[in-house]
């Protein structure tokens, strides 16, 4: 089991401003809480179409190491740049997320050799408010998505990820989450020195600890709910 700390900074459009954004730094450890190799920094311009709907433009940087030997530098550094949908919905107590994103993606491996590749993705996210109709201050809530990457040069079902966490927004600003996440890459069946050896599967699980401080435009008074998502 791995660990997941991500830290984000929003902030959300609203009917009078319009424009929105977000910056985030996350790090990633092998073990749980420890062996650190992974680390993104991120960020990325919103706009709000209306209220429940929203497009971003965002890009980052992703660097993967050998958690043994961290002073050699990054194995790869993969910069991003992606467009983003998002479209939420108001069930009563359920909150339902639809978010939809096209990635490009330039790979940069250790020994100067380079890659492109492209992805689409869809995540399913339902929040749950436990003690409060909304998501609000001091509102307990539960959250539960599914997402799925495609990648149009196959396999085309690249990557499966599943969380289930429970959070509390303490303030308009600040929220905390903790969860568990499974995260499952899917490769193509090959055939190698003329055996078949078909698609498999390697899955991991990780605790994720993520941080949410939420700032607001001036002279504009804050939306009664956001929905606490993260960015990843």
Known sequence: MGSWFIGTV??????EKKWGGFAEVQARTNALFRQYFYNELKGGVSYDLDKNFTVMLAGGRYSTSDYKALEDGPLNVEKRLWLQLVLNQYLERVKIEHRYRMEQRWFDYRGDSSATRNRIRYRLNTFI???????????????????????????????NRVYAGAGYQFNQHLALQAGWVNQANYNLPVVKQGQFVP????AKNNVVLALTYRLFHRDVAPAHEHLPSQQD
Do not use: M
């Open 199 to 202: 698609q498999n599967t390697s």
């Open 10 to 15: 929003q902030l959300p459009g609203s009917p």
């Open 129 to 159: 408010p436990l003690n409060a109709k909304t998501i609000a201050a001091k509102t307990v809530f539960l959250s539960i998505y599914d997402e799925i990457f495609l990648n149009p040069k196959g396999p085309v079902f690249e990557r």
